[in-house]
Every structure is written in C-alpha cells, then in structure tokens.
C-alpha cells in the first residue's frame, strides 16, 4: 500500500463502509419491516434519515469500485444492483401531503393512504437489502450426524411415543373447538371434522415419511435443512419456535380459563408457576418426564372416554335435524376454526432421536395417534350435539364441562372441569419437554448462539435452551394473558406455513434425495401434498374473507415469520471472522479510549504453570493485548524470543510502540501459522473460533518441537457465543483430535463467577 495519507485515509473509509454496511441493512431491514407492517407514525423521518446513511455508504463503496476498475462499462457490469440500490425510491413517496405536484395528479391521490406508502417504502428499499446475500458464505454442507445423536439414546418404546403424541396432540383443541365447530356450522360441523380428519392423516403420514428419514431431534428444521437449504430452514425452524412458544401460552391461559374464568387477575402467577414446574421436569431429562407425560395422557385419554362412552347412548337423534343450518361454505370455513385440534405433529417429532427404532416406531405413532385423535374428536362432537341442543352448545366456554353436566350433574361438571384442566396441562408439560430441542439443534448448526446446543452431562437434556425457554414463556404469558382466542387465531397461518413447507418437503426430496432409505411412503407423494398445501391456503384466504380483524392477525402471524430474515443474517454475521475480529478490536479501543491499563491477568500465570514453566521460543498466539507476551516481559521469564502473531492491527501497533526486545510481532490475517519453530505455544479464546479446529491442532502440532508444551483457554460466558463451543464441551472428542496430532493434552474446567474457564493443555510426544 502507498505511503500517501490521503490514499491510507480513503483505505480507512473503504474499510469502514464494509464493517458499516452489512450491519446497517439488517437494522434498516428490521425497521422497515414493523414500517410495513405496523408504522412508526411521526418517527417516520427518522427511519428516512436512516435510509438516507444507507443511500451515502452505498454511493462511497461504489465509488471504490469504480477506482479499483477505472472503467465504466466493467463498474456497471460488477456492481449493477448496488448502482440501482442507490436511488432513493422511497424519497419519491416522502412527505407525499406537501407535494403540490402530486396532489394534483389524480392518478397518484391514492398514494396519500399511509398502508399503501408503508408498501412502497419497503419496495423501494428492496434493492438494497440485496446486499445482504453476498455479506455471508455460503454452506451446503450437511452434517450426516449432529452432536445430540452422540448423546441421546433410544429410550422411548412405541407405548410411550405413541401417548406422548396423543398428549402433544391433543391440546386444547379437543377441548374448546367442539363448540366452535356447531358455532359456525351447525350439525353440518360434524363434516367439518370428518373431512379434517383426513387431511390431518394424510398430513402425518407425510411427517411419517420424513421422519423415517431423518429421526432426529431438530423435526421440521431438519427436514427442510435437507430439502431447501440453510436459510429456509432457519425461517421454518424461527417460525416454529414462534408457534411452540405461541401454542404453550395459549394452552396454560386455556387451561386457567377453563378452571378459573372468574379470575384472570391471578392467570400470570399461575401460569408462571406452571411453567417453572414443568421447566424443571424437562431440565431433569428424559427418564423423568416420560414418568409425567405418560401419567398426563392416561388422564387424558381417560377423562374423554369417560364422556365419549355414556354419551353416546344418551344421544338425542333430533338435535342433529336440520343437519344443514348455515350456507354449505361454512363447513369449508368451520375447518379453520377447529384445525387447532390437529397441531402438534411438529412436537412429537422432536423425540424421534430419543425414540428406540425411530424409523419404524415414529411413523406408527404418528399415524395411529392421529387416527386416535380423529376418532375422539368426532366422537365428541357428535355427543355434544346429541346432548346439547347445537346453538346452545356453539356457545358454551367450556364444553366438556357442560357434556358432563348434562351427563352426571353439578359434581360430574366440578370434576370434568378438573380433569380437563389437568390434561390441558399434560400437553403443556409434552411441549415444555420437546421445544427446547428444536432451538439446540438451530444451535448446533450455528444458527442460534452455540450454548444453547449444550447437553447436560447427567440429565442428558439441553438445559441451556430449557432455561432460555422458561423466561421465554414467561414473557409471553404476561403479554397474552387474557387473550386465548387472539393467540390461537395467530397460531393457525403459521402453523399452516410450517405445515406447508413439510409436505413441500416430502415432494422436494423424492427429487431431491431418492436414495436415502424410507421405511415409510406416503401414498401420491408427488401430487398429494401439492393439493394438501392449496386446500390449507384455500382455508387461509376463506377466514381472511369471513372473518371480521381476520387482516390484522394474519399482520401478525406473517410479520413474525419475515422478522426471521433479519434475525437469519444477523446470526450468520455474528459468527464470522471478521466481525469476530472486530468487536475485540472494538474492545481494544475502548480500553484505550479510557486509558485502562493492560494488567496481566492470573489467567495467564495459570496457562503458565499448568504446562511447567517456559524456556527457549514462545509463540504468543492472538492472545487478547498480546497478553501472554506482557506477562512473561514483567515477570521477567526466563525465555530466548517469544513471537507474536496477532489478527488485531490496533494491539500490533500498540505492541510495537512499547519496544520490548526480544518479541517478533507479526500482523496475521487468518488462523494459518507460518513455518516457525517453538517450544511454547499459548492461545486464549482462539480454539472457540478457528473454522476447522482439527486442522488448526494439526497446525500447532507442527510447529511445536519435541517435548514442546501448549496450553490453550476458552472463556466462556453465560450464554456463549464461541462458535466451536459444542465442540470443545465434548471432552472425547477433543482430547482425540490432540491425540490424533501427537499431543498429549489434559482437559481442565474452572468456574469463574457465572462462566468458567476451559483448559486444554499438554506436551508433543
């Protein structure tokens, strides 16, 4: 580079404007998405000035472009999308009240409704957000095994899957939409559940077919990793987590409902209880929530059979005349209303890496579960009915309760009510237990921060997700109580793009990947989803035509799923190098700018004695300040040179500056070790980042001499962001790695306030 300060000032912003961008867009993104969908009313401007910076960091990147090229054509060519992200589109429609000019145009008035203006400002920054596809690197690699399988085994029997699924099935639907469904179609409903009922089997005979190909525990996230690729799969997996935390809310608030409609005041506190005893049952891992999900489905299964059985030979066979009471379009309509009953597929799934023989044993309980269901919730519906005159019961609150009125009397409805409660809970418990698989196996791909993916060393549970989960759904009760039918009204068009993006799936992959193994088929696999996915969007369209507020939760339900794709490039921009790299050298220089003085830490006396004292060469390997050199300079160790090889240009320079002798510094670029010979080898942090751990060992190894030592720590945090962090939490594996390299390496934990310390430490061979 030219020693010119104008050119290394311009290199500067060049460099700035890189750091700058990607970051910028997914704020700008971010903001233009509740823009879109909800306004920022009189802060309107502040989100143009915004997009005015996005608009200047644009132009002075493609100025560099054009300097590197000097060529008109060829700038056009490679930077064609940038130039046309540049113009302010938006700019057009801002302040449209003041233009003169185009209130009167008659053809552009309609542009004054503000949810049209909302649209064309997201339009118009469209371009821009473009950019964000090139600000990360692409992986089509596929792990044929993730971490978890190394840890959970087969412990669930065909039994008890098959009562798991019935409880995580079950819900709340089973419960409260038998009412619905003579609400809105009278006897006629009981087609409604009829023709539901098939399609629910089919849709799970379309789970059985990818579960039989990938039984593991990330469910529909896996599925569609194989079938769409990295980003659609994290946008299924986001939405997913959304509606299990959705669908938890929604039946603990169901649950209190029912026991306690006249004291909502005290839903948060209940809730919150129910929910930390539940968390706790998960934390403890499997064998002991097995215990409890099958006592709850027993309950389950035993209180609507209780109704089912005695109703239907008290049935009164003139409450189903006239079976036809509202126009023959409702029956289609009522499905959406009662669909909910079906939901819970994607949870019972999440066991299959849990379940013996999952391949066979998943589809069979699956499908049978789902038949089960089928068979109760018609049987219910047709004895609501026939014991409760249909407009009466379309508007009982709590339906079961009144069908055990009616059949037992005051003391039969006090303990229906209580057994409905109890199963309504069951099926809390079944998705508090399964949930927290699906954000460890986001982790595990390095699609939510790695610590999530941590697997208890006893309870075999992924604890970290478990407790993330807890506060989660706290947060969520306090914002929703009260708001039962809001929660399950937003549910269903996610579900429905959950549930669409499976059966697309199933018909991508018979494409896609014929060759993996199915132990099931689902029949007119190639066409039969296809019609499965337009019958749900059928539905889709008819509740937002019929529906009165149909718009404004259907708003809801999609803007949660698109505020997915900030959070995709977000996650994927975290974990790379060169952000990695810059919040330490943000760190760095914050640290300067308070003038706060680099002490060197026990951390690095600790490194020092674990691997027996120094001598001869160290290699001070991208230690934080280059803290490990500081160290040994002031303690005056006894060594003949110690080489610096730093990523951070500012501690390089900073380092220079304070002329120790005897010190080689070197800027690095990557984790690549140049031919050296050493006796030492010292890193912190460095083995939580490098991308391919074995090789960068195998590195270390090389430059090592014989008998030479090396220690390497890893802080990490309460929630840890070092992207190797599954990894290095498996000792096994580690140590191999080291062993496979001729280094004999020990492995050392320390706890340190809310984190700890990893060690892993040793002598070459």
Known sequence: MSNNPHRRKRAFLDELVQYLIPPSLIVLLTVTLWDLFYGFGRFETFIDIFDL???????????????????????????????????????????????????????????????????????????????????????????????????????????????????????????????????????????????????????????????????????????????????????????????????????????????????????????????????AVAYRGMKTSVVVLILFA?????????????????????????????????????????????????????????????????????????????????????????????????????PLSDIAHVLFGDVGKVIFTLLVFISILGAVASWIVTAPRLLMALAEDKLFFVQFAKIHPVYKSPYVSIIFEFFILILLVIIGSGSYETLLHMLIPLIIFIYSSVLLAVLVLRFKRPDIPRTFRVPFGKIGPLLTILFMFGLLVGFVLYTHSAWEILKISLSLILFGIPAYFFIELFYTKKYTI????????????????????????????????????????????????????????????????????????????????????????????????????????????????????????????KRGVFCFAVRNSLVNVHPNAILLGDKKAILRIFKENSLDAKYLRKKKGLGEVLFIYGVKR
Request: some cysteine.
């Open 53 to 279: 910076y996005v608009i200047i960091i644009f132009s002075i990147d493609l100025w560099y472009r054009y300097k590197e090229v000097q060529n008109l054509h060829e700038w056009v060519h490679r930077n064609y999308l940038d130039i046309i992200a540049t113009i302010p589109y938006n700019f057009l429609f801002a302040g449209i009240a003041w233009m003169p000019l185009l209130q009167g145009v008659k053809g552009l008035r309609f542009l004054r409704f503000a949810r049209l203006t909302r649209l064309l400002r997201f339009a118009g920054r469209l371009p821009r957000f473009l950019r964000l596809r090139g600000s990360i690197k692409k992986s089509s690699r596929i792990r044929k095994k993730q971490p978890h399988e190394k840890h959970f085994k087969g412990v669930l029997s065909f039994k008890v899957i098959l009562l798991i699924t019935i409880n995580s099935i079950m819900g709340t639907g089973i419960y409260f939409l038998i009412a619905a469904g003579a609400k809105h179609a009278g006897p006629a409903s009981l087609l409604s559940w009829a023709i539901l009922s098939i399609i629910s089997l089919y849709i799970a005979a379309c789970f059985s077919e990818l579960v039989s190909m990938f039984p593991k525990a990330g469910g529909v996230y896996e599925y569609a990793k194989q079938a769409y690729g990295r980003f659609w799969s994290f946008l299924i997996g986001w939405s997913t987590a959304i509606a299990g935390a959705v669908t938890i809310a929604m039946l603990i608030l169901g649950a209190l409902q029912y026991i306690a409609p006249q004291h909502p005041q005290l839903y948060i506190f209940a809730a919150s209880l129910f929910i930390l005893l539940f968390s």
């Open 582 to 705: 810059l919040r330490r050298r943000a760190m760095f220089k914050l640290q300067h700018a308070l003038h706060k003085t680099i002490k060197p830490l026990r951390l690095y006396a600790q490194m020092v004695r674990m691997v027996g004292g120094v001598k001869g060469t160290v290699i001070d390997f991208n230690t934080p300040h280059a803290g490990m050199t500081r160290f040994l300079k002031r303690k005056k160790m006894n060594v003949s040179k110690i080489i610096v090889l730093n990523l951070v240009k500012e501690e390089v320079e900073e380092l220079r500056k304070e002329g120790f002798e005897g010190v080689e510094i070197h800027k690095i670029r990557s984790y690549t070790l140049p031919s050296v010979r050493a006796d030492a080898f010292f890193s912190v942090n460095d083995l939580g980042q490098v991308k391919d751990v074995e090789h960068f060992v195998k590195q270390v190894s090389r430059v090592l001499k």
């Open 298 to 398: 027993l309950i389950t299964l035993l209180s609507v059979l209780s109704l089912i059985i005695p109703g239907l030979f008290s049935l009164r066979l003139e409450n189903f005349t006239p079976f036809f009471v509202f126009p023959s379009f409702t029956i289609l309509l009522t499905i959406f209303f009662i669909a909910e009953t079906f939901f819970g597929w994607e949870s019972a799934v999440f066991l299959a890496a849990e379940t013996k023989n999952p391949r066979k044993v998943m589809p069979r309980a699956l499908i049978i579960g789902t038949l089960v269901i089928a068979v109760l919730s018609l049987s219910l519906a047709v004895v609501g009915m026939g014991l409760i005159e249909w407009s009466v019961f379309g508007q009982s609150n709590a």
